[in-house]
């Protein structure tokens, strides 16, 4: 079995998103995440599948059935499980939609650097028959039951790992319903993964982070501004403060009374990182 199950995710995903993790099965290194999908894999990786060879033993939970053009181009289709011709875009693999136009999901893939069979697909029940060689079990389709790191569901995954052995990929893909799975014995192609996706996970918290901290603002600079006008104070003028403001009025409260700054005229409000500040002329009146 996998040895070194090792958690991938940083500080600031934790409260966001669930964890990614990694590990390792003799020559392979596998990770597991919840965070991405086959699109997104093939998009910051195209070198998983370029010049390669790919068999697909699930197309949306179900075997590939091939169209006229990919047969025309050199696709072939033996024993259920599909053969591509050496790969040269990776959109030559295509993949099922949902109507919002994502991947559906339930796709599983095997990779080679040269020609290959796998058999055919098995049909029965893994735990009742032994699988042998040339037989070839669909992983994917266990859907919340094909996780790599749960150890509740060790009987299955070692069974996988059996498969892998028997056919030797260079690297294994299964996007499931939940989870990504990539698997590779290629040192390199499995570390440019790795840092794909987490870059990626990295740039999505801090977006999250970004918006959050965004909304939360706005809400309290609205709730806070007539405290703001109603009860500031009065401070010097700044020398670094130019005569001249930008003019960057907010009309929607320039309206706003308040009986302590009878008249308030001309006002020009302005953002800054330690709160909101109302200027008039060279005064200004802080929070």
Known sequence: ????????????????????????????????????????????????LMSKYIAVTSLDSGPMALTDEEERVGWQSRNEIAYSPQVQSVHDCRTERLPGGEC??????????????LGQLWHGNVFEAPLTPGQICTFV?????????NPEMSDLVSLFWKQIDWIHPESYIADGDVLLTFVSRDEDIFASVRNALSDAMARAA?????????LISTVITHRLLP??????????PFASICDTLPGRSLSHFSGREC????????QTLAMCGLGLLVLQDRRFFAL
């Open 1 to 48: 079995m996998g040895t070194g199950i090792i958690r991938e995710d940083s500080d600031s995903m934790a409260n966001f998103q669930p964890t990614t993790l990694t590990g390792s099965h003799g020559a392979y290194r596998w990770l597991t995440t919840g965070q991405h999908c086959l699109d997104t894999l093939l998009q910051r990786c195209p070198q998983v």
């Open 104 to 117: 559906a999901g339930f796709n599983e893939r095997y990779v080679s650097d040269s020609p290959f069979d």
């Open 141 to 149: 389709n266990f859907s919340f039951g094909f996780a790599l790191h």
């Open 206 to 214: 801090r977006m999250i982070s970004w918006c959050c901290s965004f």
């Open 227 to 236: 405290v703001a006008v109603c009860f500031s104070i009065r401070l010097a």
């Open 259 to 266: 009986p302590t700054l009878d008249p308030l005229k001309k």
